[in-house]
């Protein structure tokens, strides 16, 4: 009981400085679970952002809500062009991004917003540490962020005035944020109809993520277009929109038996 006391104590040591965020979900929401070393969460390409020593001022979801809306205040979604397009809070600035990275080409959109606060926000958060440095490191000074997110403001403060739905990078697609007054904005790609059912595209070549309304997800089995539809490659539909993506084979313990193996020779 002491020797498990001891690492319990070293191990919340380490990680007390990390922000877990957890939220409940009734669906199965991931198959898998793979943890890989990575240089970047959010691949930038911006080498010389430290969100760690310069970043924007964290908001909790309450100071946003009240912050939001005053007339010194543009909030900017910093999420891709098919995330926000099914869901953004209202009046956000938003920016014709299809990744990340392709935001520094985008700041001169944002500097007519010089001389007001500027409120950054994202999925989670994680975004945001990097946008709100690079807009600082480009002469902003009033920079903010909501911490923890989109999901964070919906748990805590019921998602007030987000419309539509959240885009997620998990089996779900699109997760319920707004429980206060909540607005469908998307329409289906196919039909035009109102619908806030996002779905990736069957065709694997393709893989446009876009709403598409059940009827239409059933009679293009999950494709966009008719092209997509006759693809040789088109996945199998089975009415979610969510394809689990392959394995690449990558084994954790390849490198630690290697490691072994040279101690073991060298002793």
């Known amino acids: 009981m002491a020797l498990f006391l001891a690492l319990a104590k070293i191990v919340s040591k380490r990680f007390e400085k990390i922000d ?14 793979h943890v890989r070393t990575k240089a ?12 760690w020593e310069r970043t924007g001022i964290h908001l909790e979801p309450a100071e946003f809500k009240k912050m939001k809306d005053n007339e010194d205040v543009v909030v900017v979604d910093f999420r891709s062009n098919y ?22 080409d985008k700041i001169s959109e944002l500097e007519k917003y010089k001389n007001k606060k500027i409120i ?4 989670g958060g994680i ?37 539509g739905k959240c885009y997620v990078f998990d089996n ?18 196919v039909c035009g109809t109102v619908s806030d059912r996002m779905v990736n595209c069957a065709n694997p070549v393709c893989n446009n993520h876009v709403p598409i309304c059940e009827k239409c997800g059933w009679e293009m089995e999950g494709a966009c277009t008719p092209a997509c539809k006759t693809h040789p490659e088109k996945r199998q539909y089975d009415g979610t929109g969510y394809y689990q993506k392959n394995s690449n084979g990558y084994n954790p313990y390849i490198g630690l038996k290697r490691r072994k193996e040279e101690i073991n020779s060298n002793n």
């Open 127 to 163: 975004k945001c540490e990097k946008a709100s440095a690079y807009l600082l490191e480009n002469g902003f000074e009033n920079v903010y962020q909501l911490h923890g997110g989109i999901i964070k403001y919906g748990i805590e403060e019921g998602g007030e005035d987000f419309e």
């Open 20 to 33: 877990f965020k957890v939220e409940v979900s009734n669906k199965q929401a991931f198959t898998k679970l």
């Open 40 to 51: 970047e969460i959010v691949h930038a390409d911006l080498p010389n952002i430290k969100p």
């Open 120 to 123: 950054t926000y994202c999925t």
């Open 172 to 189: 779900r697609i699109v997760v319920d944020v707004n429980s206060v007054n909540p607005k469908v904005v998307s329409t289906c790609y």
């Open 83 to 104: 995330e926000h397009s099914v869901g953004k809070f209202k009046n956000a600035v938003t920016l014709d991004i299809e990744n990340f990275r392709d935001f520094p």
